[in-house]
Nanobody, 116 residues
Framework: QVQLVESGGGLVQPGGSLRLSCVGS????????MSWYRQAPGLERELVAA????????THAGSVKGRFTISRDNANNTMYLQMNTLKPEDTAVYYC?????????WGQGTQVTVSS
């Protein structure tokens, strides 16, 4: 079955960096576009960034543009989110996402906390 496993979250000071990873299994990774979402306490889950199946096309939310970069390594079934110049408002649980056969799959999430 489809599985998505995120890692790389943690506690970081404002201005710091983190790189999140999402490893996919149970599907042909290179055939599907994928996304990163985040959800802060009390707020709805929001799209952070998305990437096409081959990685040639990406989009980033306005709030993270210029600071975050989505990428993928299809040889290793892994998607990344490089997060630089982190702000306290980036604090959230980050999830990776894939839609396959009209079914949406989510990972378990990884907590990112930006605080001094």
């Amino acid at each position: 079955q489809v599985q998505l496993v995120e890692s790389g979250g943690g506690l970081v000071q404002p201005g710091g960096s983190l790189r999140l990873s999402c490893v996919g299994s149970g599907f042909t990774f290179s055939r599907y576009g994928m996304s990163w979402y985040r959800q802060a306490p009390g707020l709805e889950r929001e799209l952070v960034a998305a990437i096409s199946s081959a990685g040639g096309s990406t989009t980033h939310a306005g709030s993270v543009k210029g600071r975050f970069t989505i990428s993928r390594d299809n040889a290793n079934n892994t998607m990344y989110l490089q997060m630089n110049t982190l702000k306290p408002e980036d604090t959230a649980v980050y999830y990776c996402n894939v839609i396959r056969a009209r079914v949406t799959y989510w990972g378990q999430g990884t907590q990112v906390t930006v605080s001094s």
